[in-house]
């Protein structure tokens, strides 16, 4: 597991990393941070704990915490960008972020399809790849479709 500890501009405060085996169906503690001391004076409005873990079978599980509630995040705009390619016969969109994006949203003006993952955060300077299944839209028309919105755009 991969883990850090960043300020809502992008910038690491504390990462690392551990390696522990967990048995199937079974919980246990593999890590433990006090952050109180990093988190004072309205930090915590600022920050954001993220952790990555890789399972056995190479699937990958993203968990995010924030410590305070999203209405009270300082936001800055993430700079989301998209871009529609064809890996072999599946089309995939490339979304990436400048700071991190909470609630990302991909929405398509006038095509039905399905999306391998929807509604996800990403870390600042991080992409994420997303499988496309639509029969409505060539490439070129997903690209001109395509809206992207984060939690960002609703404050």
Known sequence: MAWK????????????????KVDAFSSQEILKRDYSPSLSDNR?????FESVFTAATGQIYRETHYFVPYKYLSLQNPGLTGEVKLDGDKLMLVIKADK????VEIDFEQADAVLSDNYFDIGAGETRE????????????LKAQMKLRSLFDSY
């Open 5 to 20: 500890l960043v300020d809502l501009s992008g910038d690491v405060v504390d990462s690392g990393t551990v390696s522990e």
């Open 44 to 48: 915590d409005r600022n920050s954001r």
């Open 130 to 141: 997303i499988a496309v299944i639509t029969e409505d839209l060539s490439l070129e028309a």
């Open 100 to 103: 991190p994006a909470l609630f």
